[in-house]
């Protein structure tokens, strides 16, 4: 039974695996606390098929500093390292 973080982590069980795997807190944090985080299935569209303003929407979601300055690029890059 995965411990209880509080009410700041959603998905204590999936928080506390990211951590193992050598996560840092936050971005646990982050993947736990999204509600289709664990869902699979390959539909989403290709970051490079999206507009800039879906990615700068993405980014804004998820956390990404700095966001508002980039490229379509640099926010494609930004997603994919977060």
């Known amino acids: 039974m995965a411990k209880d973080h509080g009410p700041s982590i959603k998905d204590d069980a ?5 951590r193992e795997k050598g996560m840092s807190a936050q971005k646990a944090a982050r993947i736990a606390n999204t509600p289709d985080s664990g869902k699979k299935g390959g539909k989403a569209e290709k970051y490079e098929d999206r507009s800039k303003q879906d990615l700068y929407e993405k980014a804004k979601q998820v956390g990404i ?6 490229t379509k690029k640099e926010l494609i890059e930004a997603l994919r390292n977060s």
Do not use: D, I
Not at 14 to 18: G, N, S, T
Not at 65 to 70: A, P, Y
């Open 65 to 70: 500093s700095g966001r508002s300055k980039m």
């Open 14 to 18: 999936k928080y506390e695996a990211l």
